[in-house]
Structure formats: structure tokens, C-alpha cells
């Protein structure tokens, strides 16, 4: 007889899931497929932007109008001043891209807020011949103006823009969103 107990081998049970070496292909080849696949967002991204900055524009108009009917007019659109908040895309009358609000005037001309309108980052909002406001009157009609065109596009882009869209305001208050713009 020996002098040491015979050495019983104790069997692990099967252990299921990844090594840490398949794990870091799995990752590398995920980050490769998503760095090939991000430049096709691109215009996807200008798309929504353009799309969310068309939509503030025409719930601000819409906003407008129902408000001078319910108050019986003085109602402005105003373009928001250049440098609000570090916003540097309105320096013009006809530049709308640091957003706009809504505003009631009571017979002194004091203006009083009645909502504002964020614009996306890196879009382009402007109004040709604008003087940086918009009337509306007693029965919701745009004054001054026979038709205003809103073009919105990407920073940097124009209005051949796939991405780029109008608005058209007739004088009588319509509002028409449509892909080429001007009006």
C-alpha cells in the first residue's frame, strides 16, 4: 500500500456563455458594421431636422391664427433676436434660426409672450422680404403680405436640398407645406 490516498478527480459541470476573447470579436465587428453604416444616416438626420423646424414653424402659425380669432387680432409672429442664447443663425431679418414666439399686443403695443418655438440645431429657417414679424389679424389673415414662403433647410444646404421644405401662408391664413420651396 501507498502512503497517499489514491487522487480522485472532481469533474466540473459544463459552463455555458462567451470568453472574453469572444466577446471583444463580437463587439469589434459590431463597432466596424455600425462605423460603415453611420454616414448613410446622415441625410435621414437632415430630413427629421428640417422636418421638426417645418412643423414648429406651422404649429406657430396655426397657434397665431387661433389666437386672433379668440382675442380679436394684435396677434405677431416674432423671429427671435440673433446671439439668444448663443444662437448665431439669425443675424438678418429674413434669418429665423434661433426660433420665434408668439406674442398678444394690447392697445399700448405692449407685447406680451404667449409662447416661444425652438428651431433644431443645424437648420436654416428664412423668410424672404420678412421684416423679422408676422401679423395676424381679427379674423386670422395674414396683413401686409399677399403670400409668405418659410424655407427650411439644412445648415449649409439650399433649396435643391432633398431635404429641404416650404411653407406657403396665403394672405387668408392657409398654410401648404410643400418640398420645393419658395413659394
Given at each position: ?163 429641404a421644405q416650404g411653407i406657403c401662408v396665403a394672405a387668408g391664413g392657409r398654410v401648404k407645406v410643400i418640398g420645393n420651396p419658395p413659394c
Open positions: 500500500m501507498s502512503a497517499f490516498p489514491p487522487i480522485r478527480r472532481v469533474q466540473r459541470p459544463f459552463v455555458h456563455g462567451f470568453t472574453a476573447i469572444e466577446l471583444m470579436v463580437t463587439i469589434a465587428i459590431v463597432a466596424i458594421l455600425a462605423a460603415l453604416a453611420a454616414p448613410s444616416f446622415n441625410p435621414l438626420l437632415e430630413r427629421w431636422r428640417v422636418r421638426n423646424g417645418t412643423e414648429a414653424m406651422v404649429s406657430a402659425l396655426y397657434f397665431a391664427r387661433s389666437e386672433a380669432l379668440k382675442r380679436g387680432g394684435n396677434i405677431q409672429i416674432k423671429k427671435t433676436p440673433d446671439s439668444t442664447d448663443g444662437c448665431t443663425q439669425a443675424p438678418t431679418n429674413e434669418d429665423w434660426g434661433c426660433g420665434w414666439g408668439v406674442y398678444s399686443a394690447d392697445d399700448s403695443g405692449t407685447l406680451t409672450l404667449l409662447r416661444s418655438f425652438a428651431v433644431p440645431t443645424r437648420i436654416q429657417v428664412s423668410i424672404k422680404d420678412s421684416s423679422g414679424a408676422i401679423q395676424i389679424d381679427r379674423w386670422g389673415a395674414v396683413t401686409g403680405v399677399s403670400a409668405k414662403g418659410v424655407s427650411v433647410t439644412p445648415v449649409g444646404g439650399d433649396n435643391s436640398s432633398p431635404a
